[in-house]
């Protein structure tokens, strides 16, 4: 079955470092999501991504975060400097059409310390 | 007022019960309603997706939708200690892409064999 994946599934970083999370959606989606969820708190959207470029975003979703498809299969989130509140579950999302449902990978854990 | 309301549990059943999972919401342009279960540090996995008002079943899941009351609930029956989990609910308006879905805080359900 096709799935979402991940890397790294855990992620440690000092405050004030770049980290990259990277994502491979599933191959035939056109969207592609990131959320996040702080440790014992809901999950957040981030930002979607269509045909190379942010359709939305929120307001959580700050200059600090970039989000690229560098090539035909990966989707990455980049934090610039990160700090210590960055510390969550990071989820990486696609979905088929507009519309319809998206399918969540296993999450990101980074902790920023 | 949370544009997504969960009803919060913790929920404990045994094992054969009929559970309950509940969510109101606010914002009357959701129009995509989601059933999610997420296992501890793991990513959403979608059980249920409906977009009218209604019940829908898959299996031993059944999820119903409101509109006029903006309710969404998500029955089980026959409950397993596999239901074990966190189930959040997720909607999304119409016109723009599932993904950006606004979740609810979640309900941990424990069932006991």
């Known amino acids: 079955e096709p799935e979402v994946t991940q890397t790294p599934s855990h992620q440690v970083t000092q405050m004030g470092q770049e980290v990259i999370l990277r994502c491979v959606p599933i191959?035939?989606?056109?969207?592609f999501y990131w959320y996040r969820q702080i440790l014992g708190q809901k999950v957040e959207f981030l930002v979607s991504?269509?045909?190379?470029?942010?359709?939305?975003k929120s307001e959580i979703f700050d200059d600090q975060f970039s989000v690229e498809r560098p090539d035909g299969s990966n989707f990455t989130l980049k934090i610039r400097s990160t700090k210590l509140e960055d510390s969550a579950m990071y989820f990486c999302?696609?979905?088929?059409?507009?519309?319809?449902?998206?399918?969540f990978g296993q999450g990101t854990r980074l902790t920023v310390v | 007022q949370k544009e997504v309301e969960q009803d919060p549990g913790p929920l404990s059943v045994p094992e054969g019960a009929i559970v309950s999972l509940n969510c109101t919401y606010s914002?009357?342009?959701?129009?995509?309603f989601m059933w999610y279960r997420q296992y501890s540090r793991k990513g959403p996995e979608l059980l249920m997706y409906?977009?009218?008002?209604g019940n829908k079943e898959d299996g031993r899941f059944t999820a119903q939708v409101d509109k006029s009351s903006k309710y969404i609930s998500l029955f089980i029956r026959d409950s397993q200690p596999s239901d074990s989990a966190t189930y959040l609910c997720?909607?999304?308006?119409?016109?723009?892409?599932?993904?950006?879905?606004?979740f609810g805080d979640g309900t941990t359900l424990t069932v006991k064999p």
């Open positions: 999302a696609s979905s088929e059409y507009q519309g319809t449902e998206a399918f």
């Open positions: 191959s035939n989606h056109l969207y």
């Open positions: 997720a909607m999304s308006p119409t016109n723009t892409n599932a993904g950006k879905s606004t």
């Open positions: 409906t977009y009218s008002s």
């Open positions: 991504f269509y045909n190379n470029e942010i359709s939305e």
């Open positions: 914002n009357s342009a959701f129009q995509y």
